[in-house]
């Protein structure tokens, strides 16, 4: 496990990595921020939190939209191997039993 010194919003944070996910996770930090810092320019007004608690919500909702069309996607081709593996029995059926 690896450790990495990460920075949010200038607050410093350690935290814990598995091998070779360093460069991943400071990836999905530097895009954190970048977030963060858009969100900070178009509402100066809010928290530090507020702006975070946001960034969290809409990187859920993202992942939770991503997630159902991986289910609808999955689903679709569960029914077209069904229908290829049906096909394929068919094909394979000696001649008196395909009718």
Known sequence: MAHLDISI???Q???GCPDGE???LKKSVAQFNDQLKSMKESAPGRRNEQHIVMA???YCHE????KMKNEQYTQTLNKRIQLL???IEQALRPEKEKY
């Open 13 to 15: 944070y350690k935290m």
């Open 9 to 11: 919003l200038g607050q």
């Open 56 to 58: 969290a919500l809409n």
């Open 85 to 87: 593996q049906d096909l």
């Open 22 to 24: 360093e460069a991943s």
């Open 63 to 66: 992942l939770n939209v991503e």
